[in-house]
């Protein structure tokens, strides 16, 4: 099992940058593939991006190439989300989760954290 603790939202004007933590508890972190999904009011939760379980590959959602970084640091048992060039449209509760691979779908996770918000203001 595996526990997960987001940290690193906030508020941030259109054009900034925040650095998302996910930290993970136990022994077995780097056999986990991670990811991050987000989901705002009234919509779906959405793959943002995933990384394999020694980051050697990574993953992203389409209109979020560029802008966003996924990695992870598997001695602070910790995956990362940089976010860069905010937009009001990231505004969202940002989870990360575990499973056993990268998957789009938020079904395929077994494990998840409590989520952070991210609020972009324009």
């Known amino acids: 099992q595996v526990q997960l603790v987001e940290s690193g939202g906030g508020l941030v004007q259109a054009g900034g940058s925040l650095r998302l933590s996910c930290a993970a508890s136990?022994?077995?972190?780097?056999?986990?593939?991670m990811a991050w999904f987000r989901q705002a009011p009234g919509k779906e939760r959405e793959f943002v991006a995933g990384?394999?379980?020694?980051?050697?590959?990574?993953s992203y959602a389409d209109s979020l190439k560029g802008r966003f970084t996924i990695s992870r640091d598997n001695a602070k048992n910790t995956v990362y989300l940089q976010m860069n060039s905010l937009k009001p449209e990231d505004t969202a509760v940002y989870y990360c989760?575990?499973?056993?691979?990268?998957?789009?779908?938020?079904?395929?996770?077994?494990?998840w954290g409590q989520g952070t918000q991210v609020t972009v203001t324009s």
């Open positions: 989760a575990a499973g056993s691979g990268i998957w789009r779908s938020p079904n395929e996770y077994g494990y």
């Open positions: 136990g022994r077995t972190f780097s056999h986990y593939f």
């Open positions: 990384i394999s379980s020694f980051g050697g590959t990574t």
